[in-house]
């Protein structure tokens, strides 16, 4: 068992350290290029605006989920529905504290709009991660 998880290890390091400086220095060089410098700027600094707010759509409800499901397989059919509505119930607060901060902040047009977007894509994310952990 140890024999082969080092294997394992051993081999997602190498694929890691193979992917990631290729993909910096190729791809995602030639987006920040072909975007410019203050069109990256504001998409990452977005995108880092946006991940902050993500934990307001969780709180912990997915390791949560994960841990009860795995612990008692009956949980998922009793508690899913109820954790569902709260999901939604956080996920509306994460919208309004994001676009809410966002927009005292001095965000306005374009720039609420690509926050929005990044904030389906966050939406997106946690429920994917919501729903795997209850398989």
Known sequence: MSKEFILNLLLLLAVNLLIKPLYAFGVDMQIQNAAGNAAY???FALWNFSCLFQMLGDMGIQQYQ????AANGDFFYVQTRRLLQLKFA???FMWLAALTVAYAGGYSGGEL???ALLLINQTLI????FFRASI
């Open 113 to 115: 709009y690509l926050l």
């Open 41 to 43: 700027g504001l998409y």
């Open 126 to 129: 946690s429920f994917t991660l």
């Open 66 to 69: 994960n841990r009860e499901v």
């Open 90 to 92: 956080l996920t509306a």
